[in-house]
T-cell receptor
């Protein structure tokens, strides 16, 4: 167990469905991230939440909606997705504000398939 | 624009056959270069951070080195359990919490 827990691990949804991915970290970190990992492509940062700011990649479609109710929980709400959104979605956390910042701890990922 | 290129895409080694993975980067002011290991069905696991040219770090059979343009991950006498995808990422000045990742090198070590 890495300290970052993602649920569900696998999700199959139709293009008209609405679902959510959940991430929880037990490490006392103060920043959380959503990354998208597609085959043969680099990890793509989607969203960052930290004490100071929320950062989002402007190329992420609005059908992905993040929510971060507190420093330990992060959600990714999904609606009207497209087949090309099928990928592994990784949650990560880190401790910011010191030299070790950006040492990310990742969860095991949620494998999403859009039919 | 920050860029990270990893080579080769895939590497097959016999157990005990040492080799190196390459990570070439272009970044405006390097604030850190990171190596991660990713096993199938799992998220990436942190290995090393390097901050300046000439720096080296070691962990078991792995040694990471850094120059002004690239980093190498040297694997000495690998074992089958070293099989994984190795990811390289950089953080640039002005990108407080954003990393740019490479596509990874998939390493297979045959017994």
């Amino acid at each position: 167990e890495t300290g970052v827990t993602q649920t569900p691990r696998h999700l199959v949804m139709g293009m008209t469905n609405k679902k959510s991915l959940k991430c929880e970290q037990h490490l006392g970190h103060n920043a959380m991230y959503w990354y998208k990992q597609s085959a043969k492509k680099p990890l793509e940062l989607m969203f960052v939440y930290s004490l100071e700011e929320r950062v989002e990649n402007n190329s992420v479609p609005s059908r992905f909606s993040p929510e971060c109710p507190n420093s330990s929980h992060l959600f990714l709400h999904l609606h009207t997705l497209q087949p090309e959104d099928s990928a592994l979605y990784l949650c990560a956390s880190s401790l910011t504000g010191y030299s070790g910042a950006n040492v990310l701890t990742f969860g095991a990922g949620s494998r999403l398939t859009v039919l | 624009e920050d860029q990270v290129t990893q080579s080769p895409e895939a590497l097959r080694l016999q157990e005990g056959e040492s080799s190196s993975l390459n990570c070439s980067y272009t970044v405006s002011g390097l604030r850190g270069l990171f190596w991660y290991r990713q096993d199938p069905g799992k998220g990436p696991e942190f290995l090393f951070t390097l901050y300046s040219a000439g720096e080296e770090k070691e962990k078991e059979r792995l040694k990471a080195t850094l120059t002004k343009k690239e980093s190498f991950l040297h694997i000495t006498a690998p074992k089958p359990e070293d099989s994984a995808t190795y990811l390289c990422a950089v953080r640039a000045s002005g990108s407080a919490r954003q990393l740019t990742f490479g596509s990874g090198t998939q390493l297979t070590v045959l017994p």
